[in-house]
């Protein structure tokens, strides 16, 4: 009954945080057991009881900031001194400039509304076809929930109960792995459909990009070094780059108005408060999923299928990828971390950090597939193309990073090589 109940209100569009909380109430009552409901409340609010969240609304926070000061702008004109002529620079420009928002938003979301408003229309004036400047863009985005700091990583590591900073290590070099396998097929479209060659900056020009986008760049250097460096947590990180992100736009850039800033507190607050709610309402889902021994009865199913660890991450892909395209990233994390993580651990042996980056990019993927496709969406009404036209350019990014969480399933050391 309360499966039936999860599935009819998740398809008829209910909001997912109320599909959580009211499917855990609804088998506290099934069950019988209602001296459950004296711990309900105390579950719900103890799951927002983590310092860790915390960084969510920074990060949100620091994203606004940046687009509000043009630093965005400022990172694209930077990435843009790195090529001369090539052809298809621009969309190496799109790649490179998301790689280093990703460092600074750490939500695929939030990076594809930016960067395509500012890529996309660049991208046509110069003669490249508008779906494929907005399915480039989007697969840029892809980039933002593994490059640290990223939101996903800080809602595992606080499910998890592990370190945040280490698991912000573990995604580099997924992410640079993607990275270049985007680069890759840019490369290889270019040379099959004549992509138009890069406009060559004057050395006068790629000086002045440097020289204006360095303040710009001090953003992400501040936030990413305090956290390798063992100076700050990731929380305290995104504090002080939200910080430097003000200090920039106003005095830099001189971009920041103070009187805007009403209105974007009120989008922090309201994005911030949708993804709490869903940690608040999964923590009471995972309490009840656990009180059932769901997690033990997975193991046991999951054992007679495979003992093997390799084996068991490609199905656990199987799986995220046919989750990602029904449920949001974030909301499908929380709800099957309590879940699959014990398995993995117990049975299988898989270090944590591990399956916390291959689920993490699995999610992503969902971002960007039908029917659900949340970023795939914001990217069609940012850039006025149909989803449908988007989806076509965009399948060889999606089959790279199909490519690369395989690879990482199959060598656990390009995660786990960097952590103390």
């Known amino acids: 009954m309360v499966i039936g109940l999860f599935v009819v209100m998740l398809f008829i569009g209910v909001p997912i945080a109320l599909v959580l909380a ?10 019988g ?45 930077f990435a843009s001194v790195f090529l001369g002529s090539v052809r298809g620079g621009l969309a ?13 938003v750490g939500s695929a979301n939030a990076q594809v509304a930016v960067m395509a408003q500012v890529m996309v229309p660049e991208m046509q004036q110069k003669g490249y076809d508008r779906n494929f400047a907005t399915a480039t863009t989007a697969a840029g985005a892809l980039l933002a929930p593994v490059i640290p700091p990223s939101m996903l990583f800080v809602i595992f590591g606080v499910l998890a109960q592990i370190s945040i900073g280490d ?5 580099i070099v997924p992410g640079l ?54 100076i700050a947590t990731p929380t305290e990180a995104a504090a002080v780059g939200a910080a430097m992100a003000v200090l920039v736009g106003r005095f830099a850039h001189g971009e920041m108005k103070f009187e805007r800033m009403g209105d974007m507190l009120l989008r922090v607050g309201i994005n911030s408060g949708v993804v ?12 009840v999923i656990v009180y059932e021994q769901v997690p033990q009865q997975l193991g046991a199913l999951m054992q007679s299928m495979t003992t093997d660890p390799f084996i068991y991450m490609l ?9 990602g395209m029904v449920i949001d990233g974030i909301a499908a994390l929380i709800l099957l971390v309590p879940i699959v993580l014990p ?35 914001v990217a069609s009404r940012v850039t006025g193309c149909r989803p449908g036209d988007i989806m076509r350019p965009l399948l060889p990014f999606l089959l790279v990073t199909l490519l690369v969480m395989v690879l990482i399933a199959w060598q656990p050391g390009l995660v786990t090589a960097f952590i103390s």
């Open 22 to 31: 009211v499917s855990a109430m609804v088998y506290i009552q099934a069950s």
């Open 92 to 104: 190496y420009i799109n790649i490179l400039a998301n790689m280093m928002l990703a460092s600074i």
């Open 276 to 287: 709490l709610a869903l940690v608040a309402a999964a923590a009471v889902f995972g309490w």
């Open 343 to 377: 398995v993995a651990q117990s049975v299988y042996g898989i270090n944590p950090y591990h399956l916390g980056v291959i689920m993490c990019i699995n999610l992503t993927l969902g971002l960007l597939t039908p029917p659900v496709g949340a970023a795939l969406y």
């Open 177 to 230: 792995l993607m990275a270049g396998g985007f680069i890759l097929v840019i490369a290889l479209l270019g040379f099959f459909y004549q992509y138009p060659p890069n406009e060559r900056l004057s050395r006068a020009q790629m000086l002045r990009n440097v020289i204006g986008s360095l303040p710009s760049l001090s953003v992400p250097a501040v936030m990413i070094g305090s956290i390798v460096g063992g």
């Open 167 to 171: 698991l912000f290590i573990a995604g």
């Open 33 to 77: 057991n209602g001296v459950l409901f004296l711990s309900y409340p105390q579950q719900f609010f103890g799951g927002l009881d983590n310092y860790g969240l915390l960084a969510i609304p920074l990060f949100m926070l620091v994203g606004e900031l940046m687009n509000e000061g043009g630093i965005t702008r400022r990172l694209v004109a």
């Open 315 to 323: 199905l656990l892909i199987a799986l995220l990828l046919a989750v």
